[in-house]
């Protein structure tokens, strides 16, 4: 069964950094993407940053461009979200999405963002 789990996210202070990580375990084949998305009370979910798996292409939000970076880590299953000058607009519940055959969704880390 496919599994993604997100981890990393807290409390941090306006000008803060924060580094999210999603794994995708129980799947043998390619990991096409990732993607993280987040989500804050009584607003839609907003796609936030992919990283493609093969060619390493990002594409971002424009409201994270320059303070947020997505990566991949070693294996093709894991991938970053390193967040620096995290702004009192940015805490919401970030969902990681994998897609391989589908899409899989994980059950999110809560970011918060205050002094």
């Known amino acids: 069964q496919v599994k993604v789990s997100e981890s990393g996210g807290g409390l941090v202070q306006p000008g803060g950094s924060l580094t999210l990580s999603c794994e995708v375990s129980?799947?043998?084949?390619?990991?096409?993407?990732i993607n993280w998305y987040r989500q804050a009370p009584g607003n839609e979910r907003e796609f936030v940053a992919r990283?493609?798996?093969?060619?390493?292409?990002?594409n971002y939000a424009d409201f994270v461009k320059g303070r947020f970076t997505i990566s991949r880590g070693k294996g093709r299953n894991t991938a970053y979200l390193q967040m620096n000058n995290l702004q009192p607009g940015d805490p919401a519940m970030y969902l990681c999405?994998?897609?391989?055959?589908?899409?899989?969704w994980g059950q999110g880390t809560q970011v918060t963002v205050s002094s």
């Open positions: 990283i493609f798996a093969t060619s390493g292409n990002t």
């Open positions: 129980g799947w043998s084949g390619n990991v096409f993407q």
């Open positions: 999405t994998a897609r391989t055959t589908h899409d899989y």
